[in-house]
């Protein structure tokens, strides 16, 4: 399957800071990428659903303003959170499907995850 | 997007055949049943996913009945690498669509 890679796998802040995501499709294109976050014994809860060249479009709730996401290759997707503080620790996860598709179905491929901790 | 519902959690031992059941009463004419599986710390991993009746894949297999309105997934002999957490979903089958994760079923594993 495809391999999606997340960049830092981890990270440790002072509140106040910003933080930058990465998240790259390695051996594909995609033209669409998810961005997650999960908080601990919770599910995924769905931030925004970054696109190729154009704005992100964020889901109800979300702050656009604080949570910048930038697509500006194929490959490559990034959130930065802005002025973090320790409400905003989670699990960050990013996904994204395939262009060509590699599967007749609508699988989706996620990255590791990256862990984001705000002091 | 249909709503799924799953039992929280489900223990096993080792060996075992484990069935998952997921309810989606709402699911619409042109939607998927997919499911996910997730270890600590990771993201979700792709099992399998169908349409109808039944679907086998080297990892799991996937019954549906006839009125869709239901899903179960099968795990043959499970072992302790299986304990994760297992998601339901219904997804359109348009393709490159949000998914909608639902609180999933924590499966144990024991010896």
């Known amino acids: 399957g495809a391999v999606v890679s997340q960049h830092p796998s981890w990270v440790i802040c002072k509140s106040g800071t910003s933080v930058k995501i990465e998240c790259r499709s390695l051996?594909?294109?995609?033209?669409?990428m998810f961005w997650y976050r999960q908080f601990p014994k919770q599910s995924l809860m769905l931030m925004a659903t970054?696109?190729?060249?154009?704005?992100?479009?964020?889901e109800q709730g979300v702050e656009k303003d604080k949570f910048l996401i930038n697509h500006a290759s194929l490959t490559l997707s990034t959130l930065t959170v802005t002025s973090a503080h320790p409400e905003d620790s989670s699990f960050y996860i990013c996904?994204?499907?395939?262009?060509?598709?590699?599967?007749?179905?609508?699988?989706?491929?996620f990255g590791p995850g990256t862990r984001l901790t705000v002091l | 997007l249909a709503k799924t519902t799953q039992p929280i959690s489900m223990d096993s031992y080792e060996g075992q055949e484990v069935n998952i059941t997921c309810s989606h009463n709402?699911?619409?004419?042109?939607?998927?049943i997919t499911w996910y599986q997730q270890f600590p710390s990771q993201g979700p991993r792709f099992i399998i996913q169908?349409?109808?009746t039944k679907v086998t894949n080297e990892v799991a297999s996937l019954f549906i009945p006839a009125d869709r309105k239901s899903s179960t997934l099968s795990l043959p002999r499970v072992s302790l690498s299986d304990t994760a957490v297992y998601y339901c979903?219904?997804?359109?089958?348009?393709?490159?669509?949000?998914?909608?994760f639902g609180t999933g079923t924590q499966l144990k594993v024991e010896l």
């Open positions: 979903l219904v997804v359109s089958g348009g393709g490159g669509n949000k998914l909608t």
């Open positions: 169908g349409y109808k």
């Open positions: 970054s696109n190729e060249g154009s704005k992100a479009t964020y």
């Open positions: 996904s994204t499907i395939s262009l060509p598709r590699l599967a007749d179905y609508n699988e989706q491929f």
């Open positions: 051996d594909f294109q995609a033209t669409t």
């Open positions: 709402n699911i619409a004419t042109n939607d998927y």
